[in-house]
């Protein structure tokens, strides 16, 4: 005889599994609406399909924690309005992102939502919640390394102090 047996979308989930599950749906639509705003402020073309690319991620991931959320009684957070698109020229030059600026915007995001999957990864008790969030932790990998990979690209990367010279042994 086992606890919480049976098909795991019928099993409760516990405090910290709805808790993680509601700030990381929060956390997707501030990412959709915040890049909804980026996606018009990106002047170069690979950096806007990475963006919407990632907008498309956010609002899929958002909805199927919804699902979860609604699921178990609980109220998924408020969703932002749709952001209009707007022409690049349209936004004066001092108070528009650069390209820079939001590819490095994204990598933090991207490592942020690294943490919040792997914490809900390893405190999860329902397989299911454990693997939808593995799905989501292996999409940030990849858009990370998109994003890198353009950044280093483009000459957007700004790295750390390098380690030219090794001591010798």
Not at 93 to 119: H, K, M, T, Y
Not at 129 to 139: D, M, Q, S
Not at 147 to 168: D, F, M, N, T
């Amino acid at each position: 005889m086992g606890i919480l047996k049976g098909n795991p979308k019928d099993q409760p989930l516990h405090y910290g599994e709805i808790f993680q599950t509601w700030t990381y749906a929060a956390r997707q639509r501030k990412t959709i609406s915040t890049y909804q705003l980026y996606r018009s402020h990106a002047g170069d073309d690979e950096l806007k399909r990475l963006v919407v690319n990632l907008i498309q991620q956010a609002k899929q991931s958002a909805a199927e924690c919804d699902e979860i959320l609604v699921h178990n009684g609980i109220m998924p957070p408020p969703a932002f309005a749709e952001r209009p698109p707007v022409k690049l020229e349209d936004i004066p030059a001092g108070a528009r992102f650069a390209d820079q600026e939001i590819a490095i915007a994204i990598g933090e995001d991207l490592a942020v939502n690294l943490i919040a999957c792997s914490q809900l990864i390893g405190s999860s008790i329902r397989i299911d919640v454990g693997a939808l969030f593995a799905k989501y932790y292996a999409l940030h990998v990849a858009s990370a390394a998109a994003a890198l990979e353009l950044s280093k690209e483009k000459g957007w990367l700004v790295p750390p102090p390098l380690q030219i010279h090794r001591p010798e042994k």
